[in-house]
């Protein structure tokens, strides 16, 4: 995996918890793009006060106090444009908590963010009669990149999780990037302001679709609703899940590297779960 860095060139409101930012720059000279529309680079952010600035040589901060070091997270390639050499990457704004999500709310033009990748493991099947994809706003960049390559007319059903409608985002992307994707696309919106734990509302929102064909499913996010749904679909609709690709992103209440301590045991009893 190469290691290289963006510039910052734009950044974007999505929504009041979604920043959109768009790198370019002498620094992506080296980036070499997978087929896989939940690629995905881990960005090393620089913590405050640190003796080094971006491009760094990550062999020679690893010496450095444990406070300094680099904070590896991953994100998502939203958009890469191979006219322009431009990644974009939509970040979660979770309030004044975490290095990523800090940093995408001061992010602006000129800024740097070093990154190693990218790597993934999932493109829609073009084979499958439809398509499931289950996410909170973490996992929408790769839903609307995989939706851009669902083969046109293809039924797919995007059952997505933010606080409320103001923070509904559009799904499509208006980067001047050529999209495939024509894909009878319907995006059923789970509110967590509803009320109802938006793992139930997950659940019953799949207990209600027709199940009818041969499905590719995409569930990925917060732990415990990726969870939950992972449950009920092997459970209760027998699926396959070698077949499927389900895996959670990150966990309410543990910072990243708290959660990836966890993660292995985390689905481990996962599957012994359902
Ligand atoms: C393969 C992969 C791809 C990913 N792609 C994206 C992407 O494209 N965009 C994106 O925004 N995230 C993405 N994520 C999730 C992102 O890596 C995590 O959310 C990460 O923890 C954010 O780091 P942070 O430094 O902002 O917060 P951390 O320091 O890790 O956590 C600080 C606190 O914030 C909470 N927190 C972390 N993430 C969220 C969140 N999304 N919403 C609410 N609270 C949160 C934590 O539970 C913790 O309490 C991806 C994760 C993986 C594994």
Request: overall charge negative.
């Amino acid at each position: 995996m190469s290691e290289q860095y963006g510039t910052v060139e734009a950044v974007e409101r999505l929504s009041p918890s979604m920043i959109r930012v768009v790198f370019g720059g002498a620094g992506l000279a080296g980036f070499e793009p997978t087929d896989q529309t939940d690629q995905y680079v881990n960005a090393l952010f620089v913590p405050d006060g640190a003796p080094y600035s971006v491009p760094f040589d990550p062999d020679e901060v690893r010496s450095l106090e444990p406070e300094f070091r680099p904070k590896g997270r991953r994100y998502t390639i939203r958009a890469w444009d191979p006219e322009t050499r431009r990644v974009t990457i939509d970040f979660v704004a979770h309030g004044d908590v975490g290095f990523a999500g800090r940093w995408a709310q001061r992010a602006q033009v000129g800024d740097r963010l070093q990154m190693v990748g990218p790597s993934g493991g999932y493109r829609p099947n073009t084979d499958a009669d439809w398509y499931l994809m289950v996410g909170d706003e973490s996992a929408l960049p790769a839903i609307a990149a995989s939706l851009d390559v669902v083969p046109p007319g293809r039924r797919c059903v995007v059952l997505a999780v933010v606080d409320d409608a103001d923070h509904e985002i559009d799904l499509g992307i208006d980067a001047g990037i050529d999209t495939a994707g024509a894909g009878d696309v319907e995006v059923r919106w789970c509110h967590r302001v509803d009320g109802t734990p938006t793992e139930q509302r997950l659940v019953d929102e799949i207990a209600r679709l027709d199940w009818s064909g041969n499905v590719d499913i995409f569930v990925h996010g917060e732990a415990a609703e990726v969870r939950a749904v992972r449950r009920f679909l092997v459970a209760e609709r027998g699926v396959d899940r070698s077949g499927c690709s389900i895996s959670p992103y990150w966990r309410r209440g543990k910072d990243d590297e708290g959660w990836r301590e966890i993660k292995r045991e985390w689905i481990a009893d996962d599957l012994v779960g359902v």
